[in-house]
């Protein structure tokens, strides 16, 4: 079992930055990935990036690619969201989730499928 507690969403004007955390507890030994989704009103739930364990590798869709970045504190058990240069397409509520599975090397989880464990969410709003 793991549990993830997210924080750090608000409002913020474009163009502005937000750092978001996610702490997780449990048998966070066995995290292959944690993953950063967001879901906006009336659309599905997109994954943003994620970050493997093992390595620190990470990963981003385009759209974001070049304004955000993820980074951990392992010591933590925490990984963080920074988020620059924020746009109003960015306004959503942001999961982090987990995956724990026995994943092969250079697998990339970004499915929400492909996620057992998710946080609580945070509201993120960019106004214009």
């Known amino acids: 079992e793991v549990q993830l507690v997210e924080s750090g969403g608000g409002l913020v004007q474009a163009g502005g930055s937000l750092r978001l955390s996610c702490a997780a507890s449990?048998?966070?030994?066995?995290?292959?990935?944690i993953g950063w989704f967001r879901q906006a009103p009336g659309k599905e739930r997109e994954g943003v990036s994620c970050?493997?364990?093992?390595?620190?590798?990470?990963y981003y869709i385009d759209s974001v690619k070049d304004r955000f970045s993820v980074s951990s504190d392992n010591a933590k058990n925490t990984v963080y969201l920074q988020m620059n240069s924020l746009e109003p397409e960015d306004t959503a509520v942001y999961y982090c989730?987990?995956?724990?599975?026995?994943?092969?090397?250079?697998?990339?989880?970004?499915?929400?499928?492909?996620?057992?464990?998710w946080g609580q969410g945070t509201q993120v709003t960019v106004s214009s």
């Open positions: 989730a987990a995956n724990l599975s026995l994943g092969a090397s250079g697998y990339v989880p970004f499915s929400r499928y492909e996620y057992r464990y």
């Open positions: 449990g048998f966070t030994s066995d995290i292959y990935a």
């Open positions: 970050i493997i364990s093992s390595d620190g590798s990470t």
